[in-house]
């Protein structure tokens, strides 16, 4: 498998989290040095998951993360378009279901809340995706997007370019059995767009209220943004 189909290949990307389904949590965890965990926990306090409210979770991968969010009460829904990730999580027991972003098989308004963590930055269209996410969620519900980004003070920036993503690169590949995958993956880290960048495509999007946080010096962000009121007729 070639990086350059995966880019453009919705099926691939799929075939490609298959492929490292079995090993992906731990492997994550370990190429994070643990910080993932303290990610999800901001994404969840951001997200505010209430009892009765049904919440999205988009390339959900394994459930990690939907099942901190059902800790609160909210029913929390696991999508995803790769079938061996969401197998490898079966364990959670949170409800799961295949879905591509881009083609959600949901009716208009059905969630109060989406969220994507670490997922958005593999669509194969942003734009459309989070046009699609609009789509099925209420108005005025909630998205929140956690995902890699770029740290605003320079020598950092400079080091997370330079060194931590070829050292994520080498610890995949000592790792997984499916190096490319890896390489794909720090690859789609270093060309994702800064928070601005991401604000101005979820703003024009059909969201509105865009703000960032930064986590760990903006190595990652959490955005969220607010599905604007139906006008009345
Ligand atoms: C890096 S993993 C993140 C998984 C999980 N959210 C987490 O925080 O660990 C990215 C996930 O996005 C999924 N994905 C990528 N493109 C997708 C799409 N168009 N529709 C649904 N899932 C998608 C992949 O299958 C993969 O499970």
Redesign the pocket.
């Known amino acids: 498998m070639s990086r350059a189909n995966l880019d453009k290949d ?1 099926h691939e ?2 075939a490609m ?1 298959d492929g490292v389904a079995a090993g992906y ?1 731990r492997a ?1 965890s370990f190429m994070t040095f643990g910080f993932d965990r303290r990610w ?1 926990t901001a994404t969840a306090r951001v997200l505010d998951a209430r009892p009765g409210e049904k919440v999205l979770d ?5 459930g ?2 939907t099942s901190e969010y059902a800790r609160g009460g909210a029913w929390c829904l696991a ?4 079938f061996g ?1 969401l197998t490898s999580g079966k364990h959670r027991g949170v409800p799961m279901v295949a ?4 083609h959600l098989p949901f009716a208009d308004n059905s969630f109060d809340a989406a969220t ?4 958005i930055r ?3 269209d942003t734009k459309a ?1 989070l046009t699609e996410i609009a789509r099925v969620v209420r108005p005025g519900g909630r998205l929140v997007i956690c995902e890699v980004s770029t740290p605003a003070f320079g020598p950092i920036r400079f080091l997370y370019r330079k060194f931590i993503l070829r050292a994520m690169t080498l610890v995949g590949r000592l790792t997984s059995s499916n190096p490319a995958a890896y390489g794909y ?1 720090a690859e789609s880290m270093l060309t994702w767009p800064d928070q601005r960048t991401l604000a101005e495509m979820i703003a024009s999007s059909g969201w509105s209220d865009v703000e960032w946080l930064n986590l760990t010096f903006g190595a990652v962000a959490i955005h969220r943004a607010t599905k604007p009121a139906e006008k009345a007729p």
Do not use: E
């Open positions: 919705p990307v799929a989290f949590d994550n999800r988009l390339a959900a991968g394994t990690v993360s999508a995803d378009f790769s990730m879905a591509d972003a881009l994507i963590s670490f997922g593999n669509f194969v995706a993956l």
